[in-house]
């Protein structure tokens, strides 16, 4: 079993900034099992999406409505993952989850909202 808990959401205006964390936690072998940490983001009335995601090897892929503006990171670690989200805009306004995924399942977590007015 591994809990996920994001932190980091919040108001700001449009073209500013925030920067989201995620922390994954459980046995060892839990740990060592996540293959990639992402984050995905839900608005009202829409489908969850993919804004991002890494693997434990670096490799990272992004929504093409966030590449440029958004940078996902882990910091050499399996368990974290962090959204540096840059020149915000009202569409990027959502809750925010964290995700991790491995050969013992996938898990998520409870996320956090991101608002960004005009």
């Known amino acids: 079993q591994v809990q996920v808990v994001e932190s980091g959401g919040g108001l700001v205006q449009a073209g500013g900034s925030l920067r989201l964390s995620c922390a994954a936690s459980g046995s060892i072998l839990s740990i060592l099992s996540i293959n990639a940490m992402g984050w995905y983001r839900q608005a009202p009335g829409k489908q969850r999406e993919l804004v991002a995601v890494?693997?434990?090897?670096?490799?990272?892929n992004y929504a093409d409505s966030v590449k440029g503006r958004f940078t996902i990171s882990n910091g050499n670690a399996k368990n974290r993952v962090y959204l540096q989200m840059n020149t915000l805009a009202p569409e990027d306004t959502a809750v925010y989850y964290c995700?991790?995924?491995?050969?013992?399942?996938?898990?998520w977590g409870q996320g956090t909202q991101v608002t960004v007015s005009s």
């Open positions: 890494i693997t434990s090897g670096g490799s990272t």
């Open positions: 995700k991790s995924e491995g050969r013992r399942g996938d898990y």
